[in-house]
């Protein structure tokens, strides 16, 4: 299984930016996605995930819930993490993961495969 990050980049607070999570080598329908993120110097934190097809079941961070949509293509083999009304605690490299389990549970606990991360930086 393979998952390539993309879309980060710089934005103003208060701006948006979409981030996709491309899949390979395995069927996106039956699995969960997430996303974590991890800030310089501080400790990686879990962001959001969209459990299997079949479920569509969704769960964010406190931090970011309002603001964050996750979404999945499965057509496209692809996972998006929707970021508006961004801050610059926001200012984070983004990481998909999977753990090739059907429900978000047991995906963020301890995901076993995870993409090389995108940086997204929230600056005026």
Do not use: H
Not at 47 to 67: E, F, K, L, P, W
Not at 73 to 97: G, I, R
């Amino acid at each position: 299984v393979q998952l390539q990050a993309s879309g980060g980049g710089l934005v103003q607070p208060g701006g948006s930016l979409r981030l996709s999570c491309a899949t390979s080598g395995t069927i996106l329908d039956d699995y969960a996605i997430g996303w974590f993120r991890q800030a310089p110097g501080k400790e990686r934190e879990k962001m959001a995930c969209i459990s299997s097809s079949s479920d569509g079941y969704t769960n964010y961070a406190d931090s970011v819930r309002g603001r964050f949509t996750i979404s999945r293509d499965d057509a496209k083999k692809t996972v998006y993490l929707q970021l508006t009304n961004l801050k610059p605690e926001d200012t984070a490299v983004y990481y998909c993961v999977t753990d090739l389990r059907g429900t978000c549970l047991a995906t963020m606990r301890q995901p076993e495969y995870w993409g090389q991360g995108t940086l997204v930086t929230v600056s005026s």
